[in-house]
């Protein structure tokens, strides 16, 4: 079965600086991957997903997410923080209609 | 607006006590799921629903009840409610699933029982 592993529970950065949140994920056939965020006191939003058309991919608020096979990863990065962008990231994966795995979450802060 | 409706926000209950969760989506949406989220384990899929009378079970059915009578309305019961469940509950939908477009969740539901 599918899983999702992403390194970090909490990450701190400054306003400006470089976001990188880290996932790996395992899975027995290609994947779909996904990145949601939750701010808080909501429920979760889609900020970008992979599904085997260009490694890149771009999502909303600037944040983006490369799909690495050989290193089974799927890093979200932002090039500078913005206080806004203070919340939990998700991680997903799925190899089916009906199955979606998340990570545990890694908890952005912005300081100013 | 498009939406997924849940009901209560919060919820305090003792062990034993049968209770609903309701979630309602006005999206005409044909799939539905509920998670509930607890620290360092994410979110964990506890049903789904494909359409209509179909259900099954996620990676945490113990416990829990749901059922599909409409499109729009997907409940969660637990029937004999313990301590263990106390968690942030989150009900979501989709088109048709979840890789042909995104999920939409609701606000959640925290739920404590004592």
């Known amino acids: 079965a599918q899983s999702v592993t992403q390194l970090g529970s909490h990450v701190s950065v400054s306003e400006g600086a470089l976001v990188l949140l880290r996932c790996n994920y395992s899975s027995s056939v290609p994947p779909y991957l996904f990145w949601y965020v939750q701010y808080p006191n909501q429920g979760l939003q889609l900020l970008l997903k992979y599904t085997s058309a260009a490694t890149l991919v771009k999502g909303i608020n600037g944040f983006e997410a490369e799909f690495k096979k050989s290193e089974t990863s799927f890093h979200l990065t932002k090039p500078s923080a913005h206080m806004s962008d203070a919340a939990e990231y998700f991680c997903?994966?799925?190899?089916?209609?009906?199955?979606?795995?998340f990570g545990a979450g890694t908890r952005l802060t912005v300081k100013p | 607006e498009a939406q997924v409706t849940q009901n209560p926000r919060y919820l305090i209950t003792v062990t034993g006590k049968k209770l609903t969760v309701t979630c309602s989506q006005n999206?005409?949406?044909?799939?539905m799921s509920w998670y509930r989220q607890d620290p360092g384990l994410g979110l964990r899929q506890i049903y789904y629903s494909m359409n209509v009378e179909v259900t099954d079970k996620g990676d945490v059915p113990e416990g829990y009840k749901v059922s599909r009578k409409e499109k729009r309305n997907f409940p969660l019961i637990l029937e004999s409610p313990s301590p263990n469940q106390t968690s942030l509950y989150f009900c979501?939908?989709?088109?048709?699933?979840?890789?042909?477009?995104?999920?939409?969740f609701g606000n959640g539901t925290r739920l404590t029982v004592t």
């Open positions: 999206m005409n949406h044909e799939y």
């Open positions: 979501a939908s989709t088109v048709r699933n979840v890789l042909a477009s995104p999920l939409h």
């Open positions: 997903a994966v799925s190899e089916g209609n009906n199955d979606m795995r």
